[in-house]
């Protein structure tokens, strides 16, 4: 039977960390968000203390750009991908071992770029990994398990026709017992609006402990607060110990759209807990909430607006290997 994937807070060996690489992606964001992304290389790698990190460069351009804001802080390897989002392209490596590599089709569709269904595999082989190809869609960002076999997702996303059509609920039960060793799974709702990932769940709700889930508290005109409360009802009612934190709220982009900025989306490391800041007045309360969450790690709130415009933040940019896998 597989053994699920170690929870987030066990040991890594290192972590897949997606570098900004393409202009035309990225635009006047480019080089903020390259600052962004190093400064969290940095946190995570902790002078030593926390773990190995490997870069992802599409192209070898990106790459010495990539050793050149690095330093010593992170290997930098080449290996095309359309874009830096790891957390879903990568493969996910259960406590077996094994690296689970799932179809991927941008997002529903939304965005097909070139190298991004196949830059997982080829990562996992290049460290010696041997991946294991599932023929359904299942993106990191949609799943997150606390280590004992519980795994909280949304039916906005693992139900979505964009992704598997024709498969039913049970049918993604079944296949998350049998291909990751889930075998207890909470459902909850929608995710954040105007996520194009169509609600994935680390944006709206993490384990922070074994059966031990975190959820935004709404604050003022949070445009997701229905969300939020919706989520903390189903996991109250799943029997799943829940905390809360204040969420950002509303924050809105320079065209004054409302875009998915979620202090969720934070990073699990060896020796620190990374958090996305936006410059808003609940940033502090974040990194506080964390602290007493993660004791033993030191808790590093760190701007993360320039990655927001391509779509995401520190989870989504991160695969982590963990302890187990040799490599």
């Known amino acids: 039977m597989t053994t699920p994937p170690p929870p987030e807070w066990a040991r890594h060996d290192a972590v897949w960390i997606g570098f900004p690489s393409h202009p035309?992606?990225?635009l006047e964001d480019l080089d903020p968000a390259r600052a962004e992304v190093t400064a969290f290389a940095r946190a995570v790698h902790a002078g030593g203390k926390g773990e190995r990190v490997i870069l992802v460069a599409a192209d070898e351009d990106?790459?010495?750009?990539?050793?050149?804001h690095a330093g010593d802080a992170a290997e930098v390897v080449v290996a095309p991908f359309g874009d830096i989002w790891l957390r879903d392209t990568g493969c996910i490596l259960d406590g077996d071992g094994v690296a689970h590599d799932f179809q991927f089709n941008g997002w529903g569709g939304k965005y097909d770029l070139p190298g991004d269904d196949d830059v997982g595999a080829r990562l996992a082989t290049a460290r010696g990994l041997v991946p294991v190809e599932h023929d359904w869609i299942l993106e990191g960002g949609a799943i997150d398990g606390d280590g004992t076999g519980?795994?909280?997702t949304t039916e906005q996303c693992l139900l979505n026709r964009n992704r598997n059509t024709g498969m039913s609920q049970q049918d993604v039960e079944?296949?998350?017992r049998s291909d990751l060793g889930f075998d207890r799974v909470l459902w909850l709702g929608n995710g954040l609006a105007n996520d194009h990932t169509d609600g994935h769940v680390d944006n709206l709700a993490r384990f922070v402990g074994p059966n031990r889930l975190l959820i935004p508290e709404p604050t003022e005109n949070d445009p997701n607060w229905r969300v939020y409360q919706d989520a903390a009802s189903r996991a109250q009612a799943f029997g799943v110990d829940v905390v809360?934190?204040?969420s950002p709220g509303r924050v809105l982009n320079e065209d004054e759209e409302i875009i998915p900025a979620s202090y969720m989306n934070f990073y699990i490391g060896n020796a620190a807990v990374v958090v996305p800041l936006y410059g808003q007045p609940h940033d502090v309360a974040a990194v506080t909430t964390l602290e007493a969450l993660f004791p033993d790690r030191q808790i590093m709130g760190m701007e993360a607006g320039h990655i927001l415009t391509g779509g995401g933040s520190f989870h989504c940019i991160s695969q982590q290997i963990p302890s187990a896998i040799s490599i």
């Not at 990106?62 to 050149?68: S, V």
Request: a neutral charge; zero cysteines.
């Open 150 to 152: 519980l795994v909280v």
């Open 24 to 26: 035309e992606l990225w």
């Open 62 to 68: 990106a790459a010495q750009a990539a050793r050149d």
């Open 244 to 246: 809360h934190m204040p």
């Open 174 to 176: 079944s296949r998350l």
